[in-house]
Each structure stands twice: as C-alpha cells, then as structure tokens.
C-alpha cells in the first residue's frame, strides 16, 4: 500500500489485512464497534497511546510493523482529554461517547435522554454521538432543534419537516409513522425541555410503531417512558476543563502558554465554573481585557452578588452558568450589552440584514461571537447570527426587565413584513429555488412575528406575511404549521375593518393553503368569498386568482363546463392586469379541461400557451408541471420521441426545483414512454417514482388519476415482485443527490 496520509484509511487496511471484520476488532482492541467504524470513517481520531495499547496489538496478524508504525504517527498525539480542543465539545468525552453509544445500539428501549443543566454540554454530546452512529443507520441521522419551536404542538411538524416529508391531508404524527415505520433511522430530538408531558406521547408513539428507528433526546428532565434510559451530564473533569478553558484562549491568543502559577489559578478558576464547559467559554472569553487572577477575584467575589435574589431559586449548575453570563454581560460596553439584548427576538437566529434592522451591525456582531455570546453560521450563501437557547434566554429576561421588548418585536416585525414582501414576486420566477432556501431559516422568525402583530391588534401586519408568503409555504410544506395561524387571524380580524383587496387576498391565501392540504369544500368556500370581495374591491388580479382556484376544484369534481367558463374568466383577467404567471395558471388548467374531455389537440395549444407564458416569469415548477401535462398529451398521441426529450428536461426542471410534485409524476410518465422499448428501464423509473411518492406523502392530484391508473396497469404487470411482495414496501429517504444519481443510472442503462 502506498503511504497513506488518512488514519480512517490506513486502519481499514490494516484490519482486513488481518482479516477481521469490524466487530472482531473492537472486540480484540477492547472498544466499541462504533468507534472502529467512526475511526474508520474519518469522524474520529485516537490517540497514539490507544494506537499503541490497544489497535496495534489487535492487528498484529497484519504483519505489517512498517505501516503499524505509521498508523501511530497518524494519531492525535497526547492523552484523550485534548481530542478535539479547538472545539472544545469533546474533551474528556471520549470513553463516554462510547459507553453511550453502546447503549443506545443495544438496549431495546431504542431512547436515551441526556439530562443536565443548561450549559453541561448535552447538545455537543449527542452531536458527537450523532457523528459516530450515522453509518449505522442506512435511512439517515436527522436532527431537530426543538428550542426553535414557538408552541410545543409544532413538534410533530418540525420534526415531519426536518425529514422533508410533504404535507398532505393527515396528521403530522401519522405521515411520520408512515414514513419512519420501516426505516431505520436516528431522530436527535435537541432541547426537548419545554415539551415534555405534553409531547411525550409522541415519542412512544414513534417507537411503538417504528421497530428500526432510535431516538437521542437532549433535556433538562426526563421524559418517564418505559423505553427510556437517561443518562445524566456531569460536568468536565478538572484537567479537560482547564484545556478547554486554555483552547478557547488560545482561539484569540494562538501563542497562549500560561505559566506554572497561572495553570493553578486556571484550574482554581475551573473549578468555581463547576466544569460547566459553555460557564468556562464565557469567561475564556475576556482573557486579555482581565488577567486569569483578576478573572478568579472577580468570579470569587461577585458571583453571588450578580445573581442577586434570583440565586436561592436555582440550584447549584443553574447558579454557576447564571453568573458566568451576568459576569459576561458586565464586561460588555453598553452598545455590546444593547445588542445581545436585541438578539434576543431572532428566534432560531436571524440573517445579517434582520440584525441589521435592530440596529445592530457586523462588527458588534463578531464582538460578540469573539466573547462566545453569539455564533456566527453559514447558510448557503449568506451569514446568520445564532445564540444558545440558554444565552438567549438570559438576554431576553434582560430585554424585557430594560424595557426594550415591544421596540425589539416592533423592529423584528418591520423586517419580516419587509422581507416577506420582497420574497413574494420572486418565489414565481427564475429566483424561486434561491428564495426559498433564503426564507426557510426564518419562518421561526414569521411565526412569532405574526404572533406579536396579533398580541398588538396589528392584524394587517400578520395578514401581509401571510399572504406574500403563501407558495413558500405550500412549496416548503409547513401547511400544517402556518394553517392554525391563519385561523387566529380570521377570528381576531372578524371585529375589524380589513381594506378589502388585502382581506381579498387572506381568503386566497386560505383557500390555498386548504387545498393542499386536501380540504377541498374548505378551499372552495375560501377561494368564493375571495371571489366576491375581489369584484367588489374591482380587484382584478384577486379575482382572476380566486376564479382560477375555483376552476381547478371544478376540474377536479368533473364540472367541466363550470371549470371551463372560471378558468376563460380567470385568464382574461389575468391577461387584462398583464400577470403572465396567473395567466399561465389559467391556461394550463384550461388544457387540463381538454385533455378530460379527449380533445388532445386543443389540450397541447393550451399547454404551450401557458408553457410560453410561465417561461417568460421563469417559474421553474410551474414550467415543469406544464410540461409534465404536455408530455402526457404526446405520450397519448403516440409521438413518444417528443414527450421522452420533453420529460428528460422536465427532470431536469424538477430536480433543480427540489420539487416532487414534479420529480415523481415525470418519472412515471417517462417510465410510460420507456414501457415497449426499454422495459428494464421504465421498471426501474417507475419503481424509483413510486419510492419518492412513499417518502415523500405526495399523492396522485384528482384530475390525474384516470391517466395514472391507466400507466400503472400498464407498468405493473413488468415490475415482477420478488416471492409476491410489493416492491414498494421499502421507505427511501428523500435525498435529492441520490434522486439525480439514480435517475442518470437508469438512463445512462438504457442507452448503453
């Protein structure tokens, strides 16, 4: 073998060198299989005295000493209280990471709760756990920051969110079930503090039903079920404290070495922090503007003192990290102190341009992140500003007692209502995969924006978030959140005067929301009542909107005749106010209209109108689901070669879009091109079609079921289910990399 410069790559060598399969070594080396897999992997590293105790002697039979040599000179050198200080998540953790995830592996209540105070490091614990147990769950690891949540009844949806799964018209907790039944997957429920005894429930529930799914919980309390195992957190031990405690000096200080006398008023020092790893971070911080000396007299003397009153109602954790963070806030200059206050309201952080419009800028941003107050992340292709729930608690608790809450809100809502605004139009054109990867972070930040306009009878600003937002939520399936925010809405707007274009478009926005979540009459009364107050507002775009939706539900309960004059309406109107999506929208449903009624001609005109319209806007879902619709008048035509190089770009289309509404109905219709002359292929398509509707919950739209049942009788008999079983009982996650990667296999197959 060549000189490797990998430990992970060099140690897979060795072992199947020697012969031995994962479990034969970690029981030879006298570890866990979990960390011969995370050492393997690159997730972890030894050290080189584990190397030399423990890996070398379990791979002698390599008889290799050259590269047994190499695999020690490859280690992280020290002891395992260092591993990893430049993060300072995992020191002194390593024994545990192991003995942890060991239990959650083996024992059949399938949960473990980590339990401890704020700060003692539950979160970067099971994070490392988390790291170490992916490869052992081939469905994937997903992880829900609950902490975020504005109501602990979102907890079902958060967590169907963070598995991508596509709303339809079922409870949350039955899509997840349905979902994860057969899937063996990880849930890291992070902070799960607020939810226990409300949705605990929904964790038995999960596991009873889901035999191959393990669940890691992070709380203050545990959560009393029979499964369950809890683990309490201690705090670090003195020696890794005091490394952690020099690393995150060293961050700002590369050329830190503190002396004799320095290291014995550091460990002092960690030790009237308790261990506690985030208390430690905080007051690292400040070396520099305060000697380690000065630090020590100051948390001596004023660590009760900052508490003041407060102190004899929490317990001794509680105490330390408390005064850790007052003593913190002290050193801050009041424009520092100003700032994390604000930061406060950013509910899962917020972007640059929300904490601008607090008033708070970059540099005093990166301030605070160089005192450990706040973190800086990369989302995509901008910044956004984080604080720990337990950092953001304390501040606000801070804000309300400055009273600078409601200005705070105010601010926050001015942003939101703004950004929603300019989001709007954009979520219709070229730029609609870039918005709303830029929104999703925020809708923590929309939910309780909305929930102070209504706490201020400002009802308006609530409405306009809504209403500008309506196809983010629809194409981010956040239908069940968003829905019983509109119902509070309607009820507390129902005592005011709303100008009726924008109560307009509310109802619109209600009968959308409704019909993707499969409550047609519900959609139907919505979209009416937009229909009469568009007219008598003489708003035409409205009104063109509302007969559209109202056209689409005709189609759908074949009043063909009905659909045909709503949808010429809305389209003439739509025209009229020169709005080529809506227009587009209108036509396309007008080719639906057609194709039921067998006129293929009409219905391709129909098509290409609308595609022609949707292109000039650059809708890419729209233009997809156009040309899924004239691909299915070609393939009735019999013209396959024109519907194939239609569908391949429609893929293309789809995947771009993340969307699959359009992924999965243009896959069967490919499959049904394929069916005669590439039959392995259109067997593979079809299946893989059917694998996405499964993880996803999308269903077959009303209007397209004929067509659909017609391919499926066609493609089904080709499928040849092994030993009778149904070839779609294994769950797939959605994963649009993979999607694409087998997409291509199959087509490249094909052409081969």
């Not at 304390?394 to 950004?419: H, I, P």
């Not at 004239?630 to 993340?658: I, N």
């Amino acid at each position: 073998m060549r000189n490797p410069a990998n430990f992970g790559e060099l140690l897979r060598h060795l072992r199947k060198r020697a012969g031995l399969t994962q479990g034969a070594l970690a029981a030879k080396a006298g570890c866990s299989v979990a960390l011969i897999s995370a050492l393997e992997t690159g997730q972890r590293r030894p050290t080189a005295e584990m190397v030399r105790t423990q890996l070398a002697p379990a791979l002698a039979a390599a008889n290799d000493a050259r590269l047994l040599e190499r695999l020690q000179e490859l280690a992280t050198p020290g002891s395992a209280a260092t591993h990893d200080v430049a993060n300072g998540v995992l020191l002194g953790r390593d024994a545990e990471i192991d003995a942890l995830c060991q239990r959650l592996m083996n024992h059949p209540g399938r949960l473990l709760t980590l339990l401890g105070p704020p700060g003692v490091g539950k979160t970067s614990l099971a994070q490392a756990m988390v790291r170490v147990l992916t490869p052992f769950h081939a469905d994937g690891v997903y992880t829900v920051w609950l902490g975020d949540l504005s109501g602990a009844e979102l907890a079902a949806a958060a967590i169907a969110s963070a598995l991508q799964l596509v709303e339809d018209s079922r409870p949350p907790e039955v899509r997840l079930i349905e979902q994860l039944r057969r899937r063996k997957v990880l849930l890291f429920l992070d902070n799960f503090d607020n939810l226990v005894g409300t949705q605990t429930a929904l964790v038995a529930d999960l596991l009873k039903a889901c035999p191959r799914l393990r669940i890691l919980v992070t709380s203050r309390t545990r959560l009393k079920l029979r499964a369950e195992q809890s683990i309490q957190v201690q705090p670090l031990d003195r020696h890794s404290a005091v490394a952690l405690f020099v690393a995150r000096v060293r961050n700002h200080q590369p050329d830190y070495a503190p002396t004799p006398t320095e290291q014995e008023v550091i460990d002092e020092l960690c030790g009237q922090l308790d261990g506690l790893p985030l208390a430690i971070e905080l007051i690292a911080a400040h070396v520099g503007e305060m000697t380690v000396e000065e630090l020590l007299a100051h948390v001596r003397t004023d660590r009760l003192t900052l508490l003041g009153k407060r102190a004899a109602k929490l317990s001794a954790e509680q105490r330390t990290l408390t005064a850790a963070l007052q003593h913190s806030y002290a050193l801050l200059t009041p424009a520092e102190q100003r700032a994390l206050r604000l930061l406060s309201v950013c509910d899962g952080g917020a972007a640059l341009d929300g904490v601008a419009a607090l008033g708070i800028d970059l540099p005093m941003v990166q301030a605070l992140a160089d005192k450990s107050l706040v973190r800086l992340e990369s989302v995509d292709d901008g910044r956004r500003v984080r604080l720990l729930e337990t950092v953001r608690e304390y501040a606000a608790m801070l804000l309300t007692a400055a009273g600078e809450f409601n200005d705070a809100q105010q601010r926050r809502l001015v942003w939101c209502v703004a950004l929603a605004e300019a989001a709007a139009p954009q979520l219709h054109s070229a730029e609609q995969t870039r918005w709303l990867r830029r929104l999703e972070p925020e809708r923590y930040n929309f939910y309780t924006a909305i929930h102070f306009s209504i706490t201020q009878r400002d009802i308006v600003s609530a409405i306009r978030i809504v209403v500008a937002l309506r196809h983010f939520f629809v194409a981010r399936s956040h239908l069940a959140e968003i829905a019983p925010w509109l119902d509070i809405i309607e009820f507390e707007a129902s005592s005011l005067e709303i100008e009726p274009r924008l109560w307009a478009r509310f109802l619109n926005c209600k009968g959308t929301i409704a019909f993707y979540r499969a409550e047609y009459d519900l959609a139907g009364a919505y979209f009416m009542g937009a229909f009469k107050n568009s007219a008598d507002a003489n708003d035409r775009r409205e009104f063109a909107y509302a007969a559209d939706g109202l056209g689409v539900l005709a189609v759908n309960r074949g009043y063909l005749a009905t659909a045909r004059h709503l949808s010429q309406t809305s389209l003439e109107q739509a025209a009229e106010v020169g709005d080529d999506w809506l227009a587009g929208i209108a036509q396309m449903n007008l080719g639906e209209i057609a194709r039921m009624e067998g006129d293929l001609n009409a219905a391709a005109e129909h098509y290409l109108a609308s595609l022609e319209r949707l292109q000039r806007v650059g809708d890419l879902h729209f233009i997809a689901i156009a040309e899924i619709n004239l691909a299915q008048v070609y393939l009735h035509q019999g013209d396959l070669l024109r519907a194939e190089a239609v569908l391949h770009w429609t893929l293309t289309s789809g995947l771009q879009a993340e969307s699959v509404q359009v992924v999965a109905p243009a896959l069967e219709k490919l499959a049904g091109v394929l069916c005669e002359r590439h039959t392995v292929s259109a067997r593979h398509l079809f299946s893989l079609a059917q694998r996405v509707r499964q993880a996803s919950g999308v269903t077959v739209q009303p209007v397209d079921r004929q067509d659909y049942a017609q391919l499926a009788a066609q493609l089904q008999p080709l499928l040849e289910p092994a030993n009778g079983m149904n070839p779609f009982a294994e769950d797939a996650r959605i994963n649009w990399r993979s999607i694409q990667t087998a997409v291509q296999a199959i087509l490249e197959q094909r052409t081969s």
